[in-house]
């Protein structure tokens, strides 16, 4: 996956079921779990802190997709 675009963030499960809609799709995605991170290197982390990345060449079709799933 070559140049990642942040295309959200927020609670683990929300940003799981648009990452597997995304896949789905044919857009590979990367979860970043600041908040698991953060908390087994012991840490605290702000909760709503997981961060959905795609492709560059991929963000306009996952904005799209994206928009159809919050309208559901």
Known sequence: MDNL???????????????????????????KNVEESARTAGFGALSNSTELFVNESDVELAQEIKKDIDRD
């Open 5 to 31: 675009i942040k295309i959200l963030t927020g609670d683990d499960i929300g940003i799981n079921r648009i990452s597997s809609m995304l896949n789905e799709s044919g857009i590979p995605t990367l979860i």
